[in-house]
């Protein structure tokens, strides 16, 4: 399965993205989609994640209230929306397939990753 991501950019503190991450087959229809970053010097640290059918969401504390992940009917697209991005944001985020239906925070539950999408936000 391949995960492709997009809609990374620069954008000012106070602005917004939508990353979008699509996967190559039906075989995350079933199974937990997740978004995950890394800023450089750092460890990858866990955004929100989302059940397989969508009505249950988890977010990291530092994103809740500003970012909203979702995915579409078919189960092959997640989607991050961010809004009023702050400089602590800027990281390379990445979408991942969980091995479960279930969402979860830790990366070492997701089988597959994808190659990430660079978010970058000016103060």
């Known amino acids: 399965v391949q995960l492709q991501a997009s809609g990374g950019g620069l954008v000012q503190a106070g602005g917004s993205l939508r990353l979008s991450c699509a996967a190559s087959?039906?075989?995350?229809?079933?199974?937990?989609l997740g978004w995950f970053r890394q800023a450089p010097g750092k460890e990858r640290e866990f955004v929100a994640t989302?059940?397989?059918?969508?009505?249950?969401?988890n977010y990291a504390h530092s994103v809740k209230g500003r970012f909203t992940i979702s995915r579409d009917n078919a189960g092959n697209t997640v989607y991050l929306q961010m809004n009023n991005l702050e400089p602590g944001d800027t990281a390379r985020y990445y979408c991942?397939?969980?091995?479960?239906?279930?969402?979860?925070?830790?990366?070492?539950?997701?089988?597959?990753w994808g190659q990430g999408t660079q978010v970058t936000v000016s103060s």
């Open positions: 989302i059940d397989w059918r969508g009505g249950t969401t």
């Open positions: 087959k039906r075989t995350g229809s079933n199974n937990a």
């Open positions: 991942a397939v969980s091995r479960t239906s279930i969402g979860s925070s830790r990366s070492e539950d997701y089988r597959y």
